[in-house]
């Protein structure tokens, strides 16, 4: 054994470093295999015995035979992520790891050399995410933890660095894991391969995976899903990526068709088949349960535990269909197998009890289906089933078999087809993954059997033993070059010593007359047997070494084979070998009607023909066998022995031309119990495959290595300082070796590492462990007497404190006394003065009440006196009044009367008279014209007395209520006197009573005074009581209220967070759905691209035409809004007509103009203005707008009779009617909405017509130099067209001047009432204002919901809708070609026009100046230009449509900040809003949005190109961000003007809607922000696991960490300041462009995250970075992060809280992890982590070595209980997703700046825009 081999030497080595009591060893156990035991007495050399103690304190003598027992290794080399970093290497110490690392780190994954060893942990692991893929892409082999992902990583690696082959070679028993291995190793190479040229590539070869399974593999006893194959899956590479891959299978298990042991089942295809026979299109098959057929039942376990095969077989048909097999082959292809079922199901009868003849019912249903499925006559079947044919040389026999033959030649069949229905498969998945183009390097997965050994071996085994010697051979080549080259290498000198070689094992099997040629031979025997054979084996090969025969007289052989002796039982292996089939019904087969079937048994001769042709060819008739259809004796077919050795000869071939990578699964137990590991069973498979061996290769040399580097960072505590003063490493290891190890055979110095043999690392573990003790001992030492000194120092502080507070508590206690003494007679006194006066104030009142009630009484007699009096006089004064009121009354009637006769009859004299004068009133009127200003006075004058009255009347109602306040006060004294009156009579009374209570006792008044007292005192006490009760009723209440209101706030809390949470989630779903748009926008540009290409060759365009199709989006979206050209031009041509006008030449502008409903644009051609003022040539220009009358002569005519100048600024709305019709299937919110924004849109035009009106008429006279506008304005369209005005219009009329003065005087009134109702006006504007705000608000809220969700479902027909504009662009085309040609006839009139224009201005001229405006006329223009120069705001920049190419090279394309250096950050965005601000001032919102269109995509190609340049990206992004928010800051939502000026609020878009280009500019910024976001990530990623986990601020912790871990000797790439500073440059050019502040915050804290979460998963996927003392590492390079944002003020930014998972995972590497206390408080720490995540952590902790105690497995059982407690046991994640992104908002800032101080460079070349 390995282990007692090693053992002697390890022990007596180390009887040379002093004494061994103490030290443990390993000692063999029959059930644990190895054992601990400690030594008790000191060993001498001679002694027999070694006094032991067992680990449960049990004594035991141990005698000593030939070798000494194995040592065990140091604590800190246990659990080494490699095997051969142990210092002791043997059997014990390899197990003893592995089962560490199984069980306590649950670490399935180890490395042995070059060897990976997996066991599998028969339970679902979270390590094979594709996050932990991309953690382990381009990292080292000894960076990360063991991973098969490691090991593939550095098989990719070498390929593509060194472009040679590679190969992956798994092997392992059944139910060891090595299907899965395979799987996840392809995941990787196609994941981190990619694909180059197919897309599906990657599915297909993973899609490979099912189908084998299905067909290859089966339910045995060890294993739910055991393949019964063996298989090279060669996968081929071009440039480093997947182009395709190549299947090889080898010694598929046919037996297992027909036949299963106990508790096993068939091939998962027939149970997938069964289990899913009620589909329709398998009822045809005449399927029906497992248990129903021969072939599946025999096993008597249909149901595999945890297997849906209804579910898997759908699975299957996927993966067919993703490898291109159509769905008719994949029918045909199940129908064979029902088939194969149904001919297990046949039942073959004897004839006689002799059994020397069988037959077959004709009736039998499972013959019928067979036939029917197979389309083969069932008579042909029945007879060659039953009956064999032979060939002599003249004749033919027909020879019928026994039940049993027959019955064999069934199975036959059945194993035979289902063979070549592998072949089949195997040859279409190979054609499916087959690259066209090749490839360049390829890696091979090969995953084969391991060494099987049972009970019952039979040929199978054999063949698969022999694959597995082959495979042995070529490890121990291999690992033993590898070793030889390490060491030359190194320039060690080493004597080779030989290893175990197999040779002669392998030459007995297929050497020249070896167990293959002899079985072979006799399978050519027309009478071989097993028995024959075997004789022959024993006359042959007993004199072997590696031969043996059995003792028991049975036919069987032994064979001694590397892993060692398999006894195999001879009985099947020439039946098995020949694998003959009737070819009579191999010939039946081949005459079937199934294309299929007939595909799959063609003749070596025949050549491949397809289904197709097959199909084609019709029916095939069944007809006789033909003679080819000979006996087997008569072929020369190879034995399936030969055909496996030809294949395995290959297989070594291929993989001697690669460069193998090893993987050994183990099975850790046959229970399949998850994390339970069988030390007997892990042993047989470690020597079986090949690990125990590297081992023995490695112990015979020197097995420990380390780089000088790390013998110094791990003993420095072991160097002297003298040693320390050379600067050589090389020399400082040598000098430190040779005084610590005195013998120079146990090392040996290399060029770059140090080499030991075994156990001297072990005995350099202990000389540093004795010397860090000491250490410790020493700081121990000082720091208790430290402590014991302050611990007295604070006690002796202690009792002199307590001793000054005791005496001080006395003298308080004493004073305190003294206080209260003299406060006792102070009471005393003040209650006997307060006594004394109490009695002598009762006395006192009881005088003054008797005095006032004696005073009142005679007061009240005097009273009632005068009133008697005063109402006598008051009765007498009333009756004379009225006796001398009616006497008056009388006469004044009488009066009345007569004077109403006297004025009756003069009446009517003077209305005589007034009739007479009416008829001389024209007369009246001429000799007094003024009288009208008289009227006006006399009204003037009666609204002042009209004033007067109300004066009068108002001063009236104030007397009248003075009156009536003074006479309300005197019924106020009067009610006083009367309730004084009243009160004198109680004090009567009272008195009376007093009398009488004087005369009684003095003592029964004291008593009922004492009565009523203590009555009072009785309330008082209940009232007190019953004040407490309700005090305590509300401190409850109030309690209960108080949580009432803590539980709503909370309550509110928690909806406030959901609503954030849904906020966030919103946002994040809003930003995928725009990362997918920006997905399908690329692959619209790609069909663009593709069809511009196509129609290069077939359309010539114009710069305009290339233009358009730059921007086909914005052409299409504004293609609903803008009026059709081909309309226009037609009404047009039209007006042109009807007018009669002529065309002219010169500069456009056109004035808006809207009369009595009548919407047009009045476009006006002006020449070149003269230096006086004069206007040489006027053409008007008449543009019919939308919704403008069809007729353009009706237009004109209106325009003619009522033309009125425009007011400035003001721009035609929408009315609430068309908003309304236009939204018909919007929503009811959206509908209300646009109802009240017309309604405002109606009040805003009233508004300003009545202050346009008002400014004109207090406006000034306008200067000289706006007299030929003016003349236009003042002017109607017949007069500047030369029609003369009548002379009747030119008098003066003289009425008019008489009734001037009287206009004045009624313009002045009117004015005052215009501005009262002005006010009025303007006040009821603001309320509707206030309304609508409210209104709009609540509005948008809606609005904007509603439109996140119509935009989801809109988002799901964006790949349809590119499709579609596909399509549509060659319409387009069509369209666009056909404005061209308009457009240049219209060209070629216009300039015969203007040539006609200027010959009439030339005879004008000649004629003279008076009639120089007949010669203008009216046309129509395209185009709307600038109305007016000199009523324009200086802000914008005035461009052209053929400009637009020039405006988007010049500030996008071409733009660099470095050639403007003065200029602002975001200018570009500001230049594009100026010439938005122009299209917008024009109408024109098709140009408007075709050059933001333009502007998106000049931003997209941009960024396409410089994908990688974080400022360029940072550049457009911030002045994307500045574009939108000046379109918000500028647009007509009252919302985003709150910190606008006035002059910014002048500047405000007033006819185009940026709400569409908002939402594409906002959709942009996120795609920006996610770049960006990209971007950096690339430079952050390759810098942060070394800055965060490998670098070393703090230095000496490195020394630390435990030794026996593969870890890169070269020194960190990136430092944590290299990483600060990368971060500053980000801030700093996030500041640079102008970016806002939140968006860098959130950019940050994104950047943080996957900082974090990197430096999480790899802390989670490295056991090396799991100590004490990283964690502090890692603790200040947090804090040195967080110093850092605490520097650049980014508390506030979130970016903290993202870095409190690796804050606990620091902290978490720290804490005492002991006892159960310290489980409660890990687990309260341990708040943001997952559970899964800090078990992981506490699983892969390394404890300093002698300073700290492993963490024990109950500990970590305790914690991971309380995890789930706590925060439940749904699934959680091991790995950080570092993909993810945080939703990112964009809030809106408005710019400070004022667009007419806006200055362009003039190296920006923008010369052709004209600044207006």
Not at 1627 to 1630: C, D, G, S, Y
């Given at each position: 054994?390995?282990?007692?081999?090693?053992g002697?030497?390890?022990?007596?080595?180390?009887?040379?470093?002093?004494?061994?009591?103490g030290?443990?060893?390993?000692?063999?156990?029959?059930?644990?295999?190895?054992?601990?035991a400690?030594?008790?007495r000191?060993?001498?050399e001679g002694?027999?015995?070694?006094h032991l103690?067992?680990e449960?304190?049990?004594?035991l003598?141990?005698p000593?035979?030939?070798?000494?027992p194995?040592l065990?290794?140091p604590?800190?080399?246990?659990?080494?992520?490699?095997?051969?970093?142990?210092s002791?290497l043997?059997e014990?110490?390899?197990?003893?790891?592995?089962?560490?690392r199984?069980?306590?780190?649950?670490?399935?994954?180890?490395?042995?050399?070059?060897?990976?060893?997996?066991?599998?942990?028969y339970?679902?692991?979270?390590?094979?995410?594709?996050?932990?893929?991309y953690?382990?892409?381009?990292r080292?082999m000894?960076?990360?933890?063991?991973?098969?992902?490691?090991l593939?990583?550095e098989?990719?690696k070498?390929?593509?660095?060194?472009?040679?082959?590679?190969?992956?070679?798994?092997?392992?028993?059944?139910?060891?894991g090595?299907?899965?291995s395979?799987?996840?190793?392809?995941?990787?190479?196609t994941?981190?391969?990619?694909?180059l040229?197919?897309?599906?590539?990657?599915?297909?070869?993973l899609?490979?995976s099912?189908?084998?399974?299905?067909?290859?593999n089966a339910?045995?006893?060890?294993?739910?899903?055991?393949?019964?194959?063996?298989k090279?899956?060669?996968?081929?590479?071009s440039?480093?990526h997947v182009?395709?891959a190549i299947?090889?299978t080898?010694?598929?298990?046919?037996?297992?068709v027909?036949?299963?042991v106990?508790?096993e089942?068939?091939?998962h295809?027939?149970?997938?088949?069964?289990?899913s026979?009620t589909?329709?299109e398998?009822?045809?098959?005449?399927l029906?349960?497992?248990?129903?057929?021969?072939?599946?039942?025999?096993?008597q376990?249909?149901?595999?535990?945890?297997?849906?095969?209804?579910?898997?077989?759908?699975?299957?048909?996927?993966?067919f269909?993703?490898?291109?097999?159509?769905?008719a082959?994949?029918?045909?292809?199940?129908?064979?197998?029902?088939?194969?079922?149904h001919?297990?199901?046949i039942v073959?009868?004897?004839?006689?009890?002799?059994?020397?003849?069988?037959?077959v019912?004709?009736?039998?249903?499972?013959?019928?289906?067979?036939?029917?499925?197979l389309?083969?006559?069932?008579?042909?079947v029945?007879?060659?089933?039953?009956?064999?044919?032979?060939?002599?040389?003249?004749?033919t026999?027909?020879?019928?078999?026994?039940?049993?033959?027959?019955?064999?030649?069934q199975?036959?069949?059945?194993?035979h087809?289902?063979?070549?229905?592998?072949?089949?498969?195997?040859?279409?998945?190979?054609?499916a993954?087959?690259s066209?183009?090749g490839?360049?390097?390829?890696?091979?997965?090969?995953?084969?059997?391991?060494?099987?050994?049972?009970e019952?071996?039979s040929f199978?085994q054999?063949?698969?033993?022999?694959?597995?010697?082959k495979?042995?051979?070529?490890?121990?080549?291999?690992?033993?070059?590898?070793e030889?080259?390490?060491?030359?290498?190194?320039?060690?000198?080493w004597?080779?010593v030989?290893?175990?070689?197999?040779q002669?094992?392998i030459?007995?099997?297929?050497?020249?007359l070896?167990?293959?040629?002899l079985?072979?031979?006799?399978?050519?025997?027309?009478?071989?047997?097993d028995?024959?054979w075997?004789?022959k084996?024993?006359?042959?090969?007993?004199?072997?070494s590696?031969?043996?025969?059995p003792?028991?007289?049975?036919?069987a052989?032994i064979?001694?084979h590397?892993?060692?002796?398999?006894e195999?039982?001879?009985?099947?292996?020439?039946?098995?070998?020949?694998d003959?089939?009737?070819e009579?019904?191999?010939?039946?087969?081949?005459?079937?009607?199934?294309?299929?079937?007939a595909?799959?048994?063609?003749?070596?001769?025949d050549?491949?023909?397809s289904?197709?042709?097959?199909?084609?060819?019709?029916?095939?008739m069944?007809?006789?066998?033909?003679?080819r259809?000979?006996?087997?004796?008569?072929?020369?077919?190879?034995?399936i022995s030969?055909?496996?050795?030809?294949?395995?000869?290959?297989l070594?071939?291929?993989?001697?031309s690669?460069?193998?990578?090893y993987i050994?699964?183990?099975?850790p137990?046959?229970?399949?119990?998850?994390?339970?590991?069988d030390?007997?069973?892990?042993?047989?498979?470690?020597r079986?495959?090949?690990?125990?061996?590297?081992?023995r290769?490695s112990?015979?040399?020197?097995?420990?290595?380390w780089?000088?580097?790390?013998?110094?960072e791990?003993?420095?505590?072991l160097?002297?300082?003298?040693?320390l003063?050379?600067?050589?490493?090389?020399?400082?290891?040598?000098?430190?070796?040779?005084?610590?190890?005195?013998?120079?055979?146990k090392?040996?110095c290399?060029?770059?590492?140090?080499?030991f043999?075994?156990?001297?690392?072990a005995?350099?573990e202990?000389?540093?462990y004795?010397?860090?003790?000491?250490?410790c001992?020493?700081?121990?030492?000082?720091?208790?007497?430290?402590?014991?000194?302050?611990?007295?120092?604070r006690?002796?502080?202690?009792a002199v404190?307590?001793?000054?507070?005791?005496?001080?508590m006395?003298?308080?206690?004493f004073?305190?006394?003294?206080?209260?003494?003299?406060?006792?007679?102070?009471?005393?006194?003040?209650?006997?003065?307060?006594?004394?006066?109490?009695?002598?104030l009762?006395?006192?009142?009881?005088?003054?009440?008797?005095q006032?009630?004696a005073r009142g009484m005679f007061?009240?007699h005097?009273?009632?006196?005068?009133?008697?009096?005063?109402?006598a006089?008051v009765i007498?004064?009333a009756?004379?009044?009225w006796?001398a009121?009616t006497?008056?009354s009388?006469?004044?009637?009488?009066?009345i009367?007569?004077?109403?006769?006297?004025r009756?009859?003069?009446?009517?004299?003077?209305?005589?008279?007034?009739?007479?004068?009416a008829?001389?009133?024209?007369?009246?009127?001429?000799?007094?014209?003024?009288?009208?200003?008289?009227?006006i006075?006399?009204?003037?004058?009666?609204?002042?007395?009209a004033?007067?009255?109300?004066?009068l009347?108002?001063q009236?109602?104030?007397?009248?209520?003075?009156?009536?306040?003074?006479v309300?006060?005197?019924?106020?004294?009067l009610?006083?006197?009367?309730?004084?009156?009243?009160?004198?009579?109680?004090?009567?009374q009272?008195?009376e009573?007093l009398?009488e209570?004087?005369?009684?006792?003095m003592?029964?008044?004291l008593?009922?005074?004492?009565e009523?007292?203590r009555?009072r005192?009785?309330?008082?006490?209940a009232m007190?009581?019953q004040?407490?009760e309700?005090r305590?009723?509300?401190?409850?209440?109030?309690?209960?209220?108080?949580?009432d209101?803590e539980?709503?706030?909370?309550?509110a809390v928690?909806e406030s967070?959901g609503?954030?949470?849904e906020?966030?989630?919103?946002?994040?779903r809003?930003?995928s759905l725009?990362?997918?748009y920006?997905r399908?926008?690329?692959?619209?540009?790609?069909?663009?691209?593709?069809v511009?290409?196509?129609?290069?060759?077939?359309?010539r365009r114009?710069?305009?035409s290339e233009s358009?199709?730059?921007?086909?989006?914005?052409?299409?979206?504004?293609m609903?809004?803008?009026?059709?050209?081909d309309?226009?031009d037609?009404?047009?041509?039209a007006?042109?007509?009807?007018?009669?006008?002529?065309?002219?030449?010169?500069?456009?502008?056109?004035?808006?103009?809207?009369?009595?409903?009548?919407?047009c644009?009045?476009?006006?051609?002006?020449?070149?203005?003269?230096?006086?003022g004069?206007?040489?040539?006027?053409?008007l220009?008449?543009?019919?707008?939308?919704?403008?009358?069809?007729?353009?002569?009706?237009?004109?005519?209106?325009?003619?009779?009522r033309?009125?100048?425009?007011?400035?600024?003001?721009?035609?709305?929408?009315?609430?009617?068309?908003?309304?019709?236009?939204?018909m299937?919007q929503?009811?919110?959206?509908?209300?909405?646009?109802?009240?924004l017309?309604?405002?849109?109606?009040?805003?035009?009233?508004?300003?017509?009545?202050?346009?009106e008002?400014?004109?008429?207090?406006?000034p006279v306008?200067p000289?130099?706006?007299?030929?506008?003016d003349?236009?304005?003042r002017r109607?369209?017949?007069e500047?067209?030369?029609?003369?005005r009548?002379?009747?219009?030119?008098?003066v009329d003289?009425d008019l001047?008489?009734?001037?003065?009287a206009?004045q005087?009624?313009?002045?009134?009117?004015?005052?009432?215009?501005?009262?109702?002005?006010?009025?006006?303007e006040?009821?504007?603001?309320?509707?204002?206030?309304?609508?705000?409210?209104?709009k608000?609540?509005s948008?809220q809606?609005?904007?919901l509603?439109?996140d969700?119509?935009?989801?479902?809109?988002?799901?027909?964006l790949?349809?809708?590119v499709?579609?504009?596909?399509?549509?662009?060659?319409?387009?085309?069509?369209?666009?070609?056909?404005?061209?040609?308009?457009?240049?006839k219209?060209?070629?009139?216009?300039r015969?026009?203007?040539?006609q224009?200027?010959?009439?201005t030339v005879?004008?001229?000649?004629?003279?100046?008076?009639?120089?405006?007949?010669?203008?006329?009216?046309?129509?223009?395209?185009?709307p230009?600038?109305?007016s120069?000199?009523?324009?705001s200086?802000?914008?920049?005035?461009w052209?449509m053929?400009d637009?190419?020039r405006?988007?090279?010049?500030?996008?394309t071409d733009y660099?900040?470095q050639?403007?250096?003065?200029?602002?950050?975001d200018?570009?965005a500001?230049?594009?809003?100026?010439?938005?601000?122009?299209?917008?001032?024009?109408c024109?919102?098709?140009?408007?949005?075709?050059?933001l269109?333009?502007?998106?995509d000049?931003?997209?190609?941009?960024?396409?190109?410089?994908?990688?340049?974080?400022?360029?990206?940072?550049?457009w992004l911030?002045n994307?961000?500045?574009?939108?928010?000046?379109?918000?800051?500028?647009?007509?939502?009252?919302?985003?003007?709150?910190?606008n000026?006035?002059?910014?609020?002048?500047?405000?878009?007033?006819?185009?809607?940026?709400?569409?280009?908002?939402?594409s500019?906002?959709?942009?910024?996120?795609?920006l922000?996610?770049q960006?976001?990209?971007?950096?990530?690339?430079?952050?990623?390759?810098?942060?696991?070394a800055?965060?986990?490998?670098?070393e601020?703090?230095?000496?912790?490195?020394?630390?960490?435990p030794?026996?871990?593969?870890q890169?000797?070269?020194?960190?790439?990136?430092?944590?300041p290299e990483?600060?500073?990368?971060?500053?440059?980000f801030?700093?050019?996030?500041d640079?462009?102008?970016?806002?502040?939140?968006?860098?915050?959130q950019?940050?804290?994104q950047?943080?995250?996957?900082?974090?979460?990197t430096?999480l998963?790899?802390?989670?996927?490295?056991k090396?970075?799991?100590s004490w003392?990283?964690?502090?590492?890692?603790?200040?390079?947090?804090?040195q992060?967080e110093?850092?944002?605490?520097?650049?003020g980014?508390?506030?930014?979130?970016?903290?809280?993202?870095?409190?998972?690796l804050?606990?995972?620091?902290?978490?590497?720290?804490?005492k992890?002991?006892?159960?206390?310290?489980?409660g408080a890990?687990?309260?720490?341990?708040?943001?982590?997952?559970?899964?995540?800090?078990?992981?952590?506490?699983?892969?902790?390394?404890?300093?070595?002698?300073l700290?105690?492993?963490?024990s497995?109950?500990?970590?059982?305790?914690?991971?209980?309380?995890?789930q407690d706590?925060?439940?046991?749904?699934?959680?994640?091991?790995?950080?997703?570092?993909?993810?992104?945080?939703?990112?908002?964009?809030?809106?800032?408005?710019?400070?700046?004022?667009?007419d101080?806006?200055?362009?460079?003039?190296a920006?070349d923008?010369?052709?825009?004209v600044?207006?």
């Open positions: 054994m390995l282990g007692s081999e090693a002697g030497q390890t022990l007596s080595l180390s009887l040379g470093h002093g004494s061994l009591q030290a443990r060893v390993w000692i063999p156990d029959c059930v644990e295999v190895w054992r601990v400690e030594i008790t000191d060993y001498k002694d027999d015995i070694l103690r067992l449960d304190g049990s004594a003598a141990y000593i035979e030939f070798q000494l194995p065990c290794n604590d800190c080399l246990s659990g080494a992520d490699d095997l051969v970093a142990l002791y043997h014990p110490a390899v197990l003893h790891s592995l089962r560490r199984f069980l306590e780190a649950n670490a399935i994954y180890t490395y042995c050399g070059i060897i990976l060893v997996a066991i599998n942990p339970k679902p692991l979270p390590i094979y995410e594709e996050e932990v893929i953690a382990y892409s381009g080292e000894g960076d990360m933890d063991p991973h098969i992902f490691a593939a990583e098989a990719y070498q390929m593509v660095r060194f472009g040679k082959n590679q190969s992956l070679i798994i092997s392992g028993e059944s139910g060891a090595k299907t899965a395979a799987k996840y190793a392809m995941r990787y190479f994941t981190v391969g990619g694909c040229g197919h897309s599906s590539m990657e599915e297909k070869v899609a490979s099912p189908i084998m399974e299905a067909f290859g339910k045995t006893i060890r294993n739910d899903n055991s393949s019964r194959f063996g090279y899956i060669e996968i081929g590479f440039q480093a182009t395709g299947i090889k080898y010694l598929l298990e046919k037996s297992r027909t036949f299963q106990k508790a089942r068939n091939y295809i027939f149970y997938q088949l069964c289990a026979a589909l329709p398998l009822q045809g098959l005449g029906r349960g497992a248990e129903s057929f021969h072939y599946t039942c025999q096993g376990c249909t149901m595999a535990q945890g297997t849906n095969d209804a579910a898997d077989l759908d699975s299957t048909r996927h993966a269909s993703l490898l291109g097999v159509p769905e082959n994949q029918l045909e292809l199940f129908s064979i197998l029902a088939a194969i079922l001919l297990g199901n073959v009868r004897g004839r006689d009890r002799r059994g020397d003849g069988c037959f019912e004709p009736a039998d249903e499972a013959l019928g289906l067979f036939c029917t499925l389309g083969v006559e069932a008579s042909q029945m007879r060659w089933l039953c009956h064999r044919k032979l060939v002599t040389a003249g004749e026999y027909l020879k019928p078999l026994s039940r049993q033959q027959a019955l064999n030649s199975d036959a069949l059945a194993k087809m289902y063979g070549q229905v592998f072949r089949w498969i195997v040859s279409r998945v190979n054609r993954l087959r066209l183009e490839h360049h390097t390829c890696i091979g997965i090969l995953d084969i059997y391991g060494f099987e050994m049972f019952q071996n199978e054999f063949c698969i033993n022999y694959a597995n010697e495979l042995q051979q070529l490890f121990n080549l291999h690992v033993f070059k590898l030889q080259e390490e060491y030359v290498t190194e320039e060690i000198p004597v080779f030989d290893f175990c070689d197999n002669p094992c030459e007995l099997i297929e050497g020249r070896g167990i293959l040629d079985l072979n031979e006799e399978c050519k025997m027309p009478q071989g047997s028995r024959s075997a004789q084996l024993y006359q042959t090969h007993l004199s072997s590696h031969f043996q025969k003792k028991r007289p049975t036919d052989f064979v001694c590397f892993a060692g002796k398999v195999y039982q001879c009985d099947g292996f020439v039946e098995k070998n020949r003959a089939v009737p009579e019904l191999v010939g039946l087969l081949r005459a079937s009607k199934s294309a299929l079937l595909e799959l048994f063609l003749e070596e001769g050549g491949p023909v289904l197709q042709s097959r199909r084609s060819s019709g029916p095939r069944a007809g006789r066998p033909s003679r259809s000979l006996p087997s004796s008569q072929k020369s077919k190879k034995s030969s055909q496996f050795k030809a294949s395995l000869n290959r070594m071939e291929t993989l001697g690669t460069t193998p990578h050994r699964c183990i099975k137990n046959d229970g399949k119990q998850p994390f339970v590991f030390s007997r069973r892990a042993v047989e498979q470690l079986a495959c090949g690990v125990l061996e590297t081992i290769i112990a015979s040399g020197y097995p420990s290595r780089t000088y580097q790390e013998f110094l791990r003993y420095r505590a160097v002297s300082r003298e040693e003063m050379g600067t050589d490493e090389k020399q400082i290891c040598s000098l430190a070796l040779e005084r610590l190890l005195q013998d120079p055979s090392y040996q290399g060029k770059s590492k140090v080499f043999r075994a156990g001297q690392v005995y350099l202990d000389l540093r004795r010397r860090l003790r000491a250490a001992t020493l700081l121990q030492r000082h720091l208790r007497g430290w402590l014991a000194r302050r611990r007295f120092g006690a002796r502080a202690a404190c307590l001793q000054r507070h005791a005496r001080g006395l003298a308080r206690r004073a305190r006394m003294l206080r209260r003494t003299r406060a006792a007679v102070m009471l005393q006194k003040t209650l006997r003065m307060v006594l004394a006066r109490r009695s002598y009762r006395v006192r009142q009881a005088v003054i009440t008797i006032a009630f007061a009240r005097l009273y009632q006196q005068m009133v008697w009096h005063q109402k006089v007498q004064a009756v004379r009044g006796l009121r006497r008056y009388r006469l004044r009637g009488a009066v009367y007569l004077q109403c006769c006297y009756r009859v003069q009446a009517r004299r003077e209305l005589r008279r007034l009739r007479v004068e008829r001389s009133v024209e007369h009246y009127k001429q000799l007094h014209k003024g009288m009208e200003i008289k009227v006075q006399l009204q003037c004058r009666l609204d002042e007395q004033q007067e009255k109300q004066r009347v108002e009236l109602s104030g007397l009248n209520a003075a009156h009536a306040e003074e309300q006060c005197l019924r106020a004294e009610q006083q006197l009367r309730e004084d009156a009243a009160r004198d009579a109680q004090v009567q009272l008195q009573r009398a209570l004087e005369r009684h006792s003592k029964s008044c008593g009922q005074e004492v009523e007292l009555q005192l009785a309330e008082v006490e007190k009581l004040l407490g309700e305590d009723a509300l401190v409850q209440r109030m309690s209960e209220q108080s949580q209101l539980e709503q706030h909370q309550r928690q967070q609503l954030l949470q906020l966030e989630e919103e946002r994040a809003y930003q725009v990362q997918e920006a399908l926008e690329q692959g619209y540009e790609n069909l663009r691209d593709e511009a290409f196509h129609r290069q060759s077939t359309l114009s710069p305009s358009f199709l730059g921007s086909e989006s914005s052409y299409l979206s504004s609903s809004t803008a009026p059709s050209r309309g226009s037609q009404q047009a041509e007006s042109g007509d009807a007018i009669g006008g002529q065309w002219g030449g010169g500069d456009k502008w056109t004035v808006p103009c809207s009369d009595y409903g009548d919407s644009a009045l476009g006006l051609l002006a020449g070149s203005w003269s230096h006086q004069g206007l040489s040539a006027v053409v220009v008449l543009v019919p707008s939308t919704g403008c009358c069809a007729n353009p002569c009706l237009c004109t005519q209106g325009l003619e009779e033309w009125q100048p425009v007011p400035e600024g003001l721009q035609p709305q929408p009315s609430g009617e068309v908003l309304l019709n236009g939204g299937g929503d009811p919110f959206e509908k209300a909405y646009l109802l009240l017309g309604q405002l849109n109606a009040v805003n035009e009233e508004l300003a017509r009545t202050r346009e008002l400014r004109r008429s207090k406006a306008e000289e130099e706006r007299k030929p506008l003349f236009l304005k109607n369209i017949a500047m067209l030369g029609l003369g009548s002379p009747e219009r030119a008098a003289d001047k008489h009734a001037y003065d206009v005087v009624a313009n002045r009134l009117l004015a005052s009432q215009l501005q009262e109702e002005k006010q009025q006006h006040e009821e504007v603001e309320g509707l204002h206030l309304n609508i705000y409210s209104l608000q609540l948008q809606q609005a904007a509603i439109h969700l119509q935009r989801d479902q809109g988002q799901e027909g790949q349809h809708h499709l579609r504009l596909k399509e549509e662009n060659w319409e387009l085309a069509q369209k666009l070609e056909k404005q061209e040609r308009t457009t240049l219209l060209q070629k009139q216009l015969a026009y203007v040539k224009i200027q010959e009439l005879k004008r001229e000649a004629t003279g100046p008076a009639q120089e405006l007949a010669a203008s006329a009216v046309v129509l223009s395209r185009s230009m600038v109305p120069l000199a009523g324009l200086q802000a914008m920049l005035a052209r053929e637009k190419g405006i988007i090279k010049a500030i996008i660099k900040p050639s403007s250096p003065g200029a602002l950050p200018l570009p500001y230049v594009l809003f100026l010439c938005f601000r122009h299209a917008d001032h024009c024109d919102e098709p140009r408007a949005r075709s050059l269109d333009a502007a998106i000049a931003i997209k190609r941009v960024m396409k190109k410089h994908s990688d340049d974080f400022d360029m990206v940072v550049l911030a994307t961000c500045r574009l939108l928010n000046c379109l918000r800051q500028y647009s007509q939502d009252e919302s985003y003007w709150q910190g000026t006035a002059r910014q609020n002048e500047h405000r878009l007033q006819n185009v809607d940026p709400q569409s280009s908002c939402h500019l906002g959709a942009l910024s996120v795609q922000y996610q960006l976001i990209r971007t950096a990530e690339k430079r952050l990623k390759p810098m942060i696991v800055a965060m986990l490998e670098s601020p703090i230095q000496g912790l490195s020394s630390s960490c030794p026996g871990h593969r890169s000797s070269a020194a960190p790439a990136h430092t944590l990483l600060l500073q990368q971060l500053g440059s801030r700093a050019a996030l640079r462009h102008g970016l806002a502040p939140s968006v860098g915050h950019a940050l804290r950047l943080l995250f996957l900082i974090s979460g430096t998963n790899y802390l989670l996927l490295r090396d970075t799991c003392s990283r964690g502090i590492q890692l603790r200040y390079n947090i804090s992060l110093q850092w944002l605490r520097a650049e980014l508390q506030q930014s979130g970016a903290r809280e993202v870095l409190e998972p804050v606990q995972a620091a902290q978490l590497l720290q804490v992890k002991v006892t159960e206390e310290d489980a890990l687990c309260s720490l341990c708040t943001v982590l997952s559970p899964q995540q800090v078990v992981k952590i506490l699983r892969a902790y390394t404890p300093a070595v002698g700290e105690e492993r963490i497995p109950s500990f970590i059982s305790s914690v991971e209980k309380q995890l706590q925060y439940g046991g749904g699934p959680s994640q091991l790995l950080v997703d570092t993909s993810h992104l945080f939703p990112v908002h964009l809030p809106f800032t408005s710019s400070p700046l004022h667009l101080e806006l200055r362009i460079p003039d920006l923008l010369a052709f825009l600044r207006l």
